[in-house]
């Protein structure tokens, strides 16, 4: 369905809401790591070097965004995406972060070789 235009108040301070959730480094972290599956804050915090507290915080805005989902097995809690559309907007962020880097690369080539 076709968003209206002009876009309602509410649907632009969700749209802000899930901008904010997802741009901040650690959770662009948790979010590259939880692409491979579902892990607990114990393997996110060994696999990227952060604090248990620091994680849990950014899980839980994740959480309340409604990007990642958790799933309790026995005391241990699962984090994994349940909005793959993130996804999908990381894929054309990085691709054109990628795309602007090589360019950049590209025009100081002649530079770095005089």
Known sequence: MPLPHPLPDEIVDLIARRFRAIGEPMRIKIL???R???ATVADLTLGLGAGQQNVSKHLGV???????????EGN???????DES?????????????????ELHRLLAPTAQR
């Open 32 to 34: 590259d790591r939880l």
């Open 36 to 38: 491979t599956g579902e």
């Open 62 to 72: 994740l959480a309340d965004a409604g990007i990642v989902g958790r799933r309790r």
């Open 76 to 82: 241990k809690v699962f984090y994994a995406i349940v």
């Open 86 to 102: 993130v996804l999908s907007i990381c894929e054309t962020v990085c691709g054109t972060v990628e795309q602007q880097l090589r």
